[in-house]
């Protein structure tokens, strides 16, 4: 396609050529694993897509209510999303100890115990994984794709930080693909769809509200049904549509502003790295803060150690104790960072998340600023200064 | 605001500075009247505006079921919306006879009815209509907030086609400055909320999916609950909200844009009056077809007489007798036009709706194979030519 007029409606489902290019590019993306720009679906961003799956996904009443598996922390969109639908919420814990990895006995764990309340019906997977920046092995994508195969799940995908892996032994490695190298019997069945946005990677273009979703293995019906749905809001916004175009329509080696793309793109994506390792080392400096190591998207989730007493003033309050402290932070230093209770995490365990995004300059500043403010806020409620928690030990020993 | 940045998130409820422009707009507009851009909310479209109040109004189940008025002819995102959500669809027929004016004894009477099954809660208007084109008179608007006050329903006021009314006898009156004249008691009860939208007027920029909503008298707890509504999905796309501000922000007089601004609105708005005249015109001329004026908005809805023979075919097809005709035409001459049974219609009428946007020379030409079209449909399906309807004889003194 030559031009698009991004003033006009387009169709529901996107525009045409768009969705061709975005099939193109995944099938680069997976190496030859084939796409059909029929299964592509463009979106306002990630998160409408995300919604209108759930939305076709939900329905029923008491046990044949439908439930949902999301992880723990979970960007709380899932956990919004499903309380405006009315869906059982099936939260499976992902493993601290193991750089935040999905464990796949803790899934099956969490589907069993809630089968007896409700029906399990989809699987939600972030990755690289929102709020806890960990990248999921290839492995465990095949165990989660055949746990799903088994227990006849539709298997939720966002995948927006695809292009956002820092790790030297991390790498990206998409459902899609996987599935297809499970062979025909799982690729031909299993229900799965790909979030992916503007939003994120190496452009940052969150305003345009601009994404896509690639949807395999729906029923011809219920595809219907999703175009129905999709139609009610006419078109997602057309400028969005073309910044989608641009992400996946890079410059090619041949053409003249190649050069000037991959510099920018390596240098976006090299600071980014390097900030995540920035912000890693210097929160594990602290004592009473403890960082897995920021794998990929953008953002680290460290665990913090709050003093029973400061707990017990948050509880006086009618306040998650992590909230006190990210108020405090913000009070005291500007600072604002998100506590971990937003997106839920084991009890007794406090959290909170930060972006890497400021420049290396600012993260360095705001990052001193934050320890200082957390020795303090130790100094300030530790009673004389002579209890210690295990956490605050396992700290010392680093 | 000097400048906003159409790559980043804003803010949920939109662009703090763009907030105050539509307020400044709204204050013009009415008058004088008061607008508060802590009352304004942009959105993607008017779609999703009208989408996140009901979803914030529709609750309960049973005879506590949420019930909504919603106009027949209606624009189908209403009844897709409230069947989506599980609302109880309360329909009140507008006047066909009066130019399709709402008779406040038939809002009366759908209420009442409706009141023994579920509860009425919220009371839907489009003005101008859409499909059905007809400016709403200031004492009807009077009548519907007097009922609305005295039943307690909330307002939900379409007022997305306010720049498009042709008619001369016709003008726009904003619901909120009705409102106001009728003083302090309505204007500080009447729980009111009206939307408007980049995709129309003199502009139509639909592609931005810009818009806003702005809201009057609702509960500040209700507030705080749409805002976190809003915020799942983050913010609506920017260059939308941008696009919203310029149309706020027409040229001033001593701006060396607004000549050229005057004539480019004044020949959009005066060749779309001049195609609904035309529409009328030639609809009219064709035996078997009536229309109302096309006093706004973009659409002509004409009512049309199916032979008994067509509507005989129609139900052994399982079609809608107007689907049966739309088909038709759209097989015989290539033109698309959409029929009235998707809108809502009295049992036994039949319509289309056809947008007025062709320019007139292709317009006039579509409305004579229009016109041919449904000459040769009256001949192929009449019995041996003798029967005739009401319609038809009616449409002969014409």
Redesign the interface.
Same mark, same amino acid.
């Given at each position: 396609c030559v031009c698009v #007029?991004?003033?006009?409606?387009?169709a529901s489902q996107g525009v045409e050529c768009i969705r061709q290019h975005v099939a193109e590019f995944i099938t680069e993306r997976d190496q030859g694993v084939p796409s059909d720009w029929n299964n592509i679906y463009l979106t306002? =961003?990630a998160?409408?897509g995300i919604?209108s799956i759930l939305?076709l996904l939900v329905s029923g009443e008491g046990s044949g209510r439908t439930g949902v598996l999301i992880p723990i922390p979970q960007y709380p %969109?899932y956990s919004?999303?499903l309380s405006?639908l009315d869906a059982v919420h099936i939260h499976y814990y992902l493993d601290e100890d193991s750089c935040w990895a999905l464990d796949i006995e803790e899934l099956q764990r969490a589907y069993l115990s809630a089968k007896q309340l409700c029906t399990p019906r989809a699987l939600c997977i972030i990755n690289p994984g929102n709020p806890t920046g960990q990248v999921q092995s290839k492995k465990c994508i095949e165990e989660v794709l055949h746990f799903a195969y088994e227990e006849n799940l539709f298997v939720m995908a966002d995948e927006v930080y695809q292009d956002n892996v820092y790790s030297a032994d991390c790498h990206f490695h998409s459902f899609k693909k996987v599935l297809y190298e499970m062979g025909p019997e799982y690729f031909n069945n299993v229900e799965l769809v790909s979030f992916h946005s503007t939003?994120k990677g190496y452009t =940052?273009? #969150? =305003?345009?509200?601009g994404g896509y979703m690639e949807v395999l293995n729906m029923d011809p019906q219920v595809k219907e049904q999703l175009v129905k %749905?999709l139609s009610?809001? %006419? #078109?997602?916004?057309?400028?969005?549509q073309a910044a989608m175009d641009v992400i996946v329509n890079p410059p090619r080696e041949h053409e003249p502003s190649y050069a000037q793309f991959i510099k920018e793109k390596s240098w976006v994506l090299d600071v980014l790295a390097q900030k995540a390792r920035l912000t890693e080392q210097i929160l594990n400096s602290v004592p009473g803060i403890k960082c897995n190591p920021v794998q990929g998207a953008m953002y680290a989730f460290p665990r913090i150690f709050i003093p029973p007493r400061a707990i017990q003033e948050a509880k006086a309050r009618s306040m998650a104790p992590d909230m006190l402290y990210c108020l405090k932070l913000l009070e005291e230093t500007g600072i604002c960072v998100i506590p971990g209770s937003g997106f839920g995490q084991r009890e007794g365990t406090y959290h909170f998340r930060m972006t890497i995004l400021p420049s290396p300059e600012k993260l360095t500043v705001l990052l001193g600023k934050l320890k200082e403010f957390h020795l303090r806020f130790l100094e300030e409620y530790s009673q004389e200064g002579a209890q210690s928690s295990s956490l605050h030990r396992e700290e010392g020993a680093h």
């Open positions: #007029c991004v003033g006009s409606y387009s306002t =961003g998160s409408d919604m939305k %969109l919004a999303a405006e939003s =940052g273009e #969150c =305003g345009f509200r %749905l009610v809001r %006419l #078109c997602p916004p057309v400028p969005g």
